[in-house]
């Protein structure tokens, strides 16, 4: 069964370091979301992309955040300047359209910012 | 108002045993509803889609009001697996399919 990968599954940077989370959607699907948890917190919706550009991003999603999908597989977020309060689970998800399509998520990426 | 609620539990409830969770929502536009299993650490997996005239998964079943704004989800024969938190899930209209998660309704079942 297809399934959103991510990598790495854990990273630990130092404050005010770039990272660079990947995933690689599902094959056939066209939408993609990346969405965060802190730790005993709910599910938080960052951003989707369609059609390689921003379709919609939550108050989250400040300056230093940024998509990409630099080839026909990869979907990545960028941190620029990483702050404690980034710590979190970063999942990525896809889905086939929009409206009532489901999404996947992905495994997760655990972020921790010292 | 939270835009999804949920009562976040814990139910602790013996093997077999019926349990039922029920969730909000604030946006009356909503048009897609979910429910979402998520085992610790781990992520979002879905459990089932709800539709209007609900719907039933195995032991798993499903019920939406809309006039009420109100998401139910019941669970029969509860199994040692079930235990995990269950989070209701709602999109948010008009946009690119954004979900908008509860904080979840922990479930441990016990021999």
Known sequence: ?114 | RKEVEQDPGPFNVPEGATVAFNCTYSNSASQSFFWYRQDCRKEPKLLMSVYSSGNEDGRFTAQLNRASQYISLLIRDSKLSDSATYLCVVNSPGGYNKLIFGAGTRLAVHP
């Not at chain 1, 399509?101 to 010292?114: I, K």
């Open chain 1, 1 to 114: 069964e297809p399934e959103v990968t991510q990598t790495p599954s854990h990273q630990v940077t130092q404050m005010g370091q770039e990272v660079i989370l990947r995933c690689v959607p599902i094959s056939n699907h066209l939408y993609f979301y990346w969405y965060r948890q802190i730790l005993g917190q709910k599910v938080e919706f960052l951003v989707s992309f369609y059609n390689n550009e921003i379709s919609e991003k939550s108050e989250i999603f400040d300056d230093q955040f940024s998509v990409e999908r630099p080839d026909g597989s990869n979907f990545t977020l960028k941190i620029r300047s990483t702050k404690l309060e980034d710590s979190a689970m970063y999942f990525c998800a896809s889905s086939v359209g929009r409206g009532q399509e489901t999404q996947y998520f992905g495994p997760g990426t655990r972020l921790l910012v010292l």
